[in-house]
């Protein structure tokens, strides 16, 4: 039996995405994307939750998310978990669990190309 990492969301951006470059000159874009869940609870009222996932860009996907991606925006991601740790400045570890992204299409109409590239 074989391994599988894969998660699909679509959502909504919280934010623009922040794009930074690493030393040796690859571009890499974060962004916060907001997924709704939705339910009746045992009083028949709707309730909602919303779950904020931490999703990483690279390459030309990042470039995509730079030009064609705003915060409001619908778009659709699929990729892989993947939990990074790190000692922060007060010595304590730290993890923080990200999607990393190899698919963006963006789903609202008109508003630019709805898909990164290399998706």
Do not use: C
Not at 58 to 80: L, P, S, T
Request: no cysteine; charged share 30%; aromatic share 8%.
């Amino acid at each position: 039996m074989s391994n599988l990492n894969k998660v699909m969301l679509i959502g909504r951006v919280g934010q623009d995405p922040e794009v930074r470059y690493t030393k040796s000159g690859q571009v890499v874009a974060d962004l916060r994307l907001a997924t709704n869940d939705f339910w009746k609870d045992k009083q028949g009222a709707r309730q909602e939750r919303t779950e904020w996932h931490s999703i990483v860009l690279w390459g030309q996907q990042a470039e995509f998310a730079q030009n064609y991606i705003k915060k409001g925006r619908q778009i659709y991601v699929e990729g892989r978990l993947q939990t990074r740790d790190w000692t922060d400045n007060q010595n304590v570890k730290r993890y923080k669990t990200e999607v990393v992204a190899n698919t963006v299409r963006t789903l609202d109409r008109g508003e630019g190309p709805a898909e990164g590239a290399g998706a």
